[in-house]
Every structure is written in structure tokens, then in C-alpha cells.
């Protein structure tokens, strides 16, 4: 018989809940025979809106949460009330190995602070980054971190370079990923201090593949599959990536509908453009893992519709069957006395 990968699902988070959030997960149960989904919410709400649609009952199952944490509560305080909370009850799913991940589009705050209080990290692990792929020209590289450790150490950075290489390699299958650190010039003694103390660290370290420095605008240009930096760094490049790529496709369209020329012209370009732009849709990719932890958590965004949804459940499928916890615990080995 085959294993279901059970995957747990915040039905309540995020700005397009719940009916984006069901599409998402009745087109990945479709897609998958062997995934379970927990959808986690208000039963009512969420019956109510599966009742809309077409499923194989026996792959989703609607887990009751009476309460919802909003985006302005401070996390910590809200992790610590709200124990009837999707986020809570999901994440005390994978605590208790009834889910083997949790996916929400839900405050990101209380997702980071849930990940680390509920789940708990992989002992060994200082910090969990979180991990998004950007769209690059040469196919996806991996974020990490962009923002969940914004006073990061040196040390924290190497374990986020052999975590993120690990992921790249078995979830991405990329062979020997190239990991480099973000910085303001490709020298080695160019940055700030705690690149200038991380570099070599990383230059030192036999497993895995560094190439060095690498600059912002090299990112698009996908010089690297793993772009190691602190979350403040992290998370500017992210936001910039993703707002200067809604931008230029806001653009382009305006340019290529601003004229009947144009229009004729865009309707021979509309396939190959189609296409190309489809590759910079951060959608595509599914959601942000938060690597590290004893189970799998994945953020999506506030604004995630179906599409990323369905694409961050099939992603914990790869997760697991990969084995990236088990990778990582062998890669980060753990010393008795920092097991006592």
C-alpha cells in the first residue's frame, strides 16, 4: 500500500482564504494520489466552501480551529493565547507527527516564532532560515535567509550555506550547488564584518560548493544556486526582486497594448512571452521552507492564491521523499554535550 504524505494546511491564513487556499489543495489532491491534506480552520467556513467543488473525499480532511491569528498581533503573544489557532493546531500536528508539514499564507511572524516554539529545531541548528526560490535566468536559486534571523552570526550563516545546498541538491536536483554570499563587490575583502568574517568560513568549509561573493545584480543572472545572507539583506533583495519583476510585466503590457501596431505585434510574441514570463513567477515555486526544524513548515505569501498552494503542497511531497530533515541532521552533527 502506498505511504500518504500528510500534509497539513492553514485553511484561515493568508488575504485570499479560504476559497484560494481549497482550490489550491483539491488541484494538488487531484494532481497526487498519495498526499492527505489537513485542511485546518473554522469547520463551517471551510465545509462550506469544499461543498463548491469536486474532491476525492478521502484525501482531505477538514481539522477544526476555532481561532484565526491576524497579521497585526505580535506573534509571540498570539502563539501563546491562541492555542485554538489554524496556525497552533497545525503546527502541533507536525509536533506530534500527525502531519509530516504545515503550510500557511498566514502571518508570517507567528509562523517563524510557531516554527521554532511549537516544532522545534533539528538539534545542532542555532537558527531555522527561512528559504524562498527566486526566479533566476538559468532556472531557480535558493534565498536564505529572508527573514527570520536578522542579527545573524557567522556561524548561523555556514549552517544556512550547508542547509540551503542540501536543498538545492535533493529537492531541486541540482548537482553540487554553487552557494555564494551576498555582498557589495566580488573581492574577498570587501563587506561588511560579518561577511568579512563568514567568508572564510564558508571558503573553508568541505561541504559544499562556494564560489565566493556575489553582487545583487548577479542574482537575476543565476551565478549561484544557494545566495547565503542575514535576513535584513534576505528579505530586501526578495521584496525588490518581486516588486520590480510585478513592475516591468505591468510594463510590458501597457507597451504592448498601447497601440493597434503593438497589439498586432503582441499577438506574435504572446506565446514565447507567455512562457518567459511564466518563468519569473515566484508562484511557480510554491512557498519559503523553514529548514532546520523537525518537521516542515513552509510560508507562502499573504497573497498566495490555488496555484502557489498547490505548488507548496507538492513541495512537501519532494521534502519528504527526499528526506531533507534526515540529510541535515546527518550533514550537522551534534556533539553529546551540546546534545545535554
Known amino acids: 500500500m502506498q505511504e500518504m504524505i500528510k500534509v497539513a494546511v492553514d485553511a484561515m491564513g493568508g488575504d485570499n482564504a479560504p476559497a484560494e487556499v481549497i482550490k489550491g489543495v483539491i488541484n494538488a489532491v487531484t494532481l497526487r494520489?498519495?498526499?492527505?491534506?489537513?485542511?485546518?480552520?473554522?469547520?463551517?467556513?471551510?465545509?462550506?466552501?469544499?461543498?463548491?467543488?469536486?474532491?476525492?473525499?478521502?484525501?482531505?480532511?477538514?481539522?477544526?480551529?476555532?481561532?484565526?491569528?491576524?497579521?497585526?498581533?505580535?506573534?509571540?503573544?498570539?502563539?501563546?493565547?491562541?492555542?485554538?489557532?489554524?496556525?497552533?493546531?497545525?503546527?502541533?500536528?507536525?509536533?506530534?507527527?500527525?502531519?509530516?508539514?504545515?503550510?500557511?499564507?498566514?502571518?508570517?511572524?507567528?509562523?517563524?516564532?510557531?516554527?521554532?516554539?511549537?516544532?522545534?529545531?533539528?538539534?545542532?541548528?542555532?537558527?531555522?532560515?527561512?528559504?524562498?526560490?527566486?526566479?533566476?535566468?538559468?532556472?531557480?536559486?535558493?534565498?536564505?535567509?529572508?527573514?527570520?534571523?536578522?542579527?545573524?552570526?557567522?556561524?548561523?550563516?555556514?549552517?544556512?550555506?550547508?542547509?540551503?545546498?542540501?536543498?538545492?541538491?535533493?529537492?531541486?536536483?541540482?548537482?553540487?550547488?554553487?552557494v555564494a554570499i551576498v555582498n557589495i563587490g566580488a573581492e574577498e575583502e570587501k563587506g561588511n564584518a560579518l561577511v568579512k568574517e563568514t567568508f572564510p568560513l564558508l571558503k573553508n568549509c568541505p561541504d559544499i560548493n562556494f564560489v565566493g561573493?556575489?553582487?545583487?545584480?548577479?542574482?537575476?543572472?543565476?551565478?549561484?544556486?544557494?545566495?547565503?545572507?542575514?535576513?535584513?539583506?534576505?528579505n530586501v533583495v526578495l521584496k525588490l526582486y518581486e516588486g520590480l519583476s510585478s513592475t516591468l510585466m505591468g510594463v510590458i503590457k501597457k507597451g504592448i497594448t498601447g497601440s493597434f501596431k503593438s497589439k498586432i505585434g503582441a499577438l506574435l510574441v504572446k506565446p514565447s512571452l507567455k512562457n518567459t514570463l511564466k518563468a519569473f513567477d515566484a508562484t511557480e515555486y510554491g512557498g519559503a521552507p523553514l529548514l532546520g526544524l523537525n518537521g516542515l513548515v513552509v510560508k507562502t505569501h499573504g497573497s498566495a492564491k490555488a496555484k502557489e498552494i498547490t505548488n507548496s503542497v507538492i513541495q512537501c511531497v519532494t521534502f519528504k521523499e527526499q528526506e531533507i530533515n534526515e540529510k541535515i541532521r546527518r550533514n550537522i552533527a551534534v556533539s553529546p554535550a551540546e546534545e545535554e
Open 33 to 178: 494520489q498519495d498526499i492527505k491534506v489537513y485542511l485546518v480552520g473554522h469547520q463551517d467556513a471551510v465545509k462550506e466552501e469544499l461543498a463548491k467543488h469536486s474532491y476525492n473525499g478521502t484525501q482531505i480532511e477538514v481539522i477544526h480551529a476555532e481561532e484565526v491569528i491576524e497579521n497585526a498581533e505580535p506573534p509571540v503573544m498570539a502563539i501563546r493565547r491562541k492555542k485554538q489557532s489554524s496556525i497552533v493546531v497545525g503546527m502541533n500536528m507536525v509536533k506530534e507527527g500527525k502531519a509530516d508539514a504545515f503550510i500557511s499564507a498566514g502571518s508570517s511572524g507567528a509562523v517563524l516564532v510557531g516554527g521554532q516554539v511549537i516544532v522545534g529545531r533539528i538539534k545542532g541548528i542555532e537558527r531555522p532560515p527561512l528559504a524562498p526560490l527566486i526566479p533566476t535566468e538559468k532556472g531557480v536559486s535558493l534565498l536564505i535567509d529572508c527573514g527570520a534571523n536578522v542579527d545573524a552570526r557567522a556561524s548561523h550563516l555556514v549552517q544556512f550555506a550547508k542547509m540551503g545546498s542540501i536543498y538545492m541538491e535533493y529537492v531541486m536536483g541540482v548537482k553540487r550547488p554553487k
Open 213 to 234: 561573493s556575489i553582487e545583487a545584480r548577479d542574482i537575476p543572472k543565476g551565478d549561484a544556486d544557494v545566495i547565503v545572507c542575514e535576513a535584513f539583506v534576505g
